[in-house]
């Protein structure tokens, strides 16, 4: 167990807690909850980095470490949006066919990419992968700090509702890009690589 596997580890334990808050929000009301909750997908979130520049400094890159880490992001992410449902203002903000799509691409890639590298080709993140990963990360905060502090805010409303469009064009073609390079890959390997 790497340091950065412990700091990954450390990041997935958040990510439930921050789950477990956000299990019992049901209203804008709960503000304190929702800026604990807030709070907690802002460690979890921003220490992203850390694990990987411990990977990096310590040279304790490990096969572990490369699938666990995106792992969680994407996990928390999925989750945070997931539970921020069952709060109404977010359920008119955030359709949940986003969601939907949110989920399914994530399904669809890490089958590709699992698929990819069990047949020893590599599939790592490209471009589009990195900027859906950041819009949806904005998109996943917003949710759960727009109860506390925004609503009736024109400027927040619009900050959301474009985060969602945002979110599902970027999904949605970063999502297609994959398929098409993954389709491209098993063809160049031969049959044996499908």
């Known amino acids: 167990m790497t340091l950065a596997n412990k700091i990954t580890?450390?990041?997935f334990l958040?990510?439930?807690v921050c789950f477990g808050v956000l299990g019992v929000i049901t209203s804008p009301d709960q503000k304190t909850l929702l800026?604990?909750?807030y709070a907690l997908y802002l460690v979890v979130s921003l220490s992203d980095a850390l694990d990987g520049w411990a990977a990096r400094?310590?040279?304790e890159i490990t096969e572990i470490g490369r699938i666990a880490d995106p792992m969680v992001d994407k996990i928390l992410v999925c989750g945070v949006l997931i539970f921020t449902q069952r709060i109404e203002v977010i359920r008119d903000l955030i359709p949940t066919w986003v969601i939907v799509l949110v989920v399914v691409r994530e399904f669809v890639v890490s089958g590709i990419r699992a698929a990819a590298e069990a047949k020893g080709i590599p599939f790592?993140?490209?471009l589009w992968g990195k900027v859906k990963?950041?819009?949806q990360m904005v998109l996943?905060?917003?949710?759960?700090?727009?109860p506390a502090h925004c609503i009736d805010v024109a400027w927040c409303t619009w900050f959301v509702v474009i985060s969602?469009?945002?979110?599902?064009?970027?999904?949605?073609?970063?999502?297609l890009i994959y398929v098409r390079e993954a389709v491209k890959i098993f063809r160049r390997n031969g049959p044996s690589a499908a």
């Open 9 to 11: 580890l450390g990041r």
């Open 14 to 16: 958040l990510s439930l």
């Open 35 to 37: 800026i604990v909750a």
């Open 57 to 59: 400094r310590y040279g």
């Open 124 to 126: 790592p993140a490209n």
């Open 133 to 135: 990963a950041a819009v």
């Open 140 to 146: 996943a905060g917003a949710a759960v700090i727009y």
């Open 164 to 175: 969602v469009w945002a979110t599902a064009v970027s999904t949605l073609v970063s999502g």
